[in-house]
C-alpha cells in the first residue's frame, strides 16, 4: 500500500506543476511550428546541396 500512497503524491504534486505552466497560445504554436519547419528544410536543402557536391567532386577526382 505504501508504493500507491507514493503514486497518489507524485500524481498530485504534476498537476500543480501543470497548472504552473505558461503555455504558448495558439498562434505561438502555429509560428514556432512554422519556424521549425522552415529551418528544418533549409538545413535539408543544405545538407543535401552539400552531399551532392562532395558526390560530383568525388566522382569526377577520386573515383
Request: aromatic share 12%; net charge positive.
Amino acid at each position: 500500500m505504501h508504493i500507491f500512497s507514493k503514486i497518489i503524491t507524485f500524481l498530485k504534486e504534476v498537476r500543480l506543476e501543470v497548472k504552473k505552466v505558461n503555455w504558448p497560445t495558439r498562434d505561438e504554436t502555429i509560428r514556432y511550428t512554422l519556424i521549425v519547419i522552415g529551418v528544418s528544410v533549409a538545413v535539408a536543402i543544405y545538407l543535401g546541396g552539400l552531399d551532392f557536391l562532395i558526390g560530383i567532386l568525388l566522382n569526377k577526382f577520386v573515383l
